[in-house]
Each structure stands twice: as structure tokens, then as C-alpha cells.
């Protein structure tokens, strides 16, 4: 089945420590995306790529890094810089162009403690 | 920049009452739209979407959406609610002169459907 998975499911750090977060997508498709969720904050985008080799910062980049070495991956690195990275993180991909959905994964609880 | 309101963080209804969950965007430039579902600790699913041609769009378990460009606005509706109905509902706008492909979602509305 072609989709987009996210792992693991649940994630605790140490404050202070770095974490990477994976994304893969069996779709084939060129953009994709990562979305912090908070509660009554709906998803703000972190960034995204629209194509391997190249991703641009979203609303709230700061803190984290990607890389895009793969078009079907897309792997999200929450560091130390990062105040408040207690959060639900979604990976999304969508094919080139605007006018189609993004397909989403199931999503990553990481919590610092 | 772009930018999506949802009016109403939660809504409250009882079984078989209709629903309207309301969503507004600010741009005047030609959009996409789209309404998301996403129950608790999973990812989003598409509901439904806006792209061109009839301005009623529905999904195939009842719910239906208006686009309206004079008022910006792509409200989400249901004449009869289920217990299933119960989750976070979130808008989303996409330019389509393509800002770079970014999907701007709302703040949800958290949809409670009660017996």
C-alpha cells in the first residue's frame, strides 16, 4: 500500500538533546512537508521541499533542521536550539502543484523531559 | 501572506442536529481549499476539497462544503451529525500561483458530538 510513515510513534528525549524524527513516502511525490500540532495552535509548517536536494523554512523554522537527500524521505531534527519541543509533529507529501491534497502520516509525539 | 481562520475552536452538538463549522482565508487571489479530519493521535484525512467549477463540493459521508469568494469564506456542513462525527476539523488554503506549494491550515475546530 503506498503511503507515508512516520516513526516512531512516540519519542522521549532529555532536554538539551538533539532527536530526528523520520518520514518516508512510497507515493512518489515531490513536495513534502512538516507540521507542528499544538493544542488550539492548528499545524504551523516547519519546512518543506519540493524537490531533493532543496527545502525552504516554513513559519517556525528555528530550532530544527532537514535534510532531503531522497525524494522519498525527509527526516526532521528537533535540536538543542529548539525552546518548546514538546509536540505532535505530522509529515505530509503532496504531488507537484497546487492542486492537489497532501497526504498525511500518522504522526510523532515527542516529549522532552 | 496567506492566512486561514476557523471562527470556532469547539463545537458542541447532539446526535442528528446539523452543523456548521465556519472557515474564512484572506487572500483575494485564486485558492484551492480543502477540509481536513483528523481524529485523536492519527494524522490528517482529506474530506473534502475546493478546486474549480461547482462551488458546493460534498464527501461521501455527508458533509459538504460552500465556497464563497466574495466573502472568503468555505464553510463545512452536515445536516445530521454522527457519534463518529466527533474530531478536529481543520481548513486549508493553497495559492494557486503556488507560494511555493504551502498548504496553510486553520486552528482546527474540535467537532463534539453527543448523545
Known amino acids: 500500500d503506498g503511503g507515508i510513515t512516520q516513526s516512531p510513534k512516540y519519542l522521549f528525549r532529555k532536554e538539551g538533546q538533539n532527536v530526528t524524527l523520520s518520514c518516508e513516502q512510497n507515493l512518489n511525490h515531490d513536495a513534502m512537508y512538516w507540521y507542528r500540532q499544538d493544542p488550539g495552535q492548528g499545524l504551523r509548517l516547519i519546512y518543506y521541499?519540493?524537490?531533493?536536494?532543496?527545502?525552504q523554512k516554513g513559519d517556525i523554522a528555528e530550532g530544527y533542521s532537514v535534510s532531503r537527500e531522497k525524494k522519498e524521505s525527509f527526516p526532521l531534527t528537533v535540536t538543542s536550539a529548539q525552546k518548546n519541543p514538546t509536540a505532535f509533529y505530522l509529515c505530509a507529501s503532496r504531488q507537484q502543484g497546487t492542486d492537489t491534497e497532501a497526504f498525511f502520516g500518522q504522526g510523532t509525539r515527542l516529549t522532552v523531559v | 501572506a496567506q492566512s486561514v481562520t476557523q471562527l470556532d475552536s469547539q463545537v458542541p452538538v447532539f446526535e442528528e442536529a446539523p452543523v456548521e463549522l465556519r472557515c474564512n482565508y484572506s487572500s483575494s487571489v485564486s485558492v484551492y481549499l480543502f477540509w481536513y479530519v483528523q481524529y485523536p493521535n492519527q494524522g490528517l484525512q482529506l474530506l473534502l476539497k475546493?478546486?474549480?467549477?461547482?462551488?458546493l463540493v460534498e464527501s461521501i459521508n455527508g458533509f459538504e462544503a460552500e465556497f464563497n469568494k466574495s466573502q472568503t469564506s468555505f464553510h463545512l456542513r452536515k445536516p445530521s451529525v454522527h457519534i463518529s462525527d466527533t474530531a478536529e476539523y481543520f481548513c486549508?488554503?493553497?495559492?494557486?500561483?503556488?507560494?511555493?506549494?504551502?498548504?496553510?491550515f486553520g486552528q482546527g475546530t474540535e467537532l463534539s458530538v453527543k448523545p
Open positions: 475546493y478546486l474549480s467549477g461547482s462551488t
Open positions: 521541499s519540493q524537490i531533493v536536494n532543496d527545502f
Open positions: 486549508a488554503v493553497s495559492d494557486i500561483y503556488n507560494q511555493g506549494g504551502k498548504l496553510i
